[in-house]
């Protein structure tokens, strides 16, 4: 019994690579301890807080990222 499995090659990414890798900084940063608030200055303690916080250098960088939320 074989199972074939279709691979689409032509999906455009939602995130650049470097976005991703931004966002995995943040998340790092973020489980060490070390991630700090921009405003405040404090010790980030939510993981949706982390991922938004690694967006929003990605954005500032450059790096294709998806749009604020509002």
Not at 25 to 48: D, I, P, Q, W, Y
């Amino acid at each position: 019994m074989f199972l074939v499995f279709k691979i689409e090659e032509d999906v455009m990414a939602k995130y650049s690579l470097k976005s991703q890798e931004t966002v995995e900084e943040a998340m790092h940063k973020f489980k060490r301890g070390t991630l700090k608030s921009g405003g405040s200055g404090e010790t980030v303690k939510n993981k949706k807080q982390a991922i938004a916080i690694g967006l929003s250098e990605a954005r500032q960088k450059g790096y294709k990222a998806p749009k604020k939320a509002q």
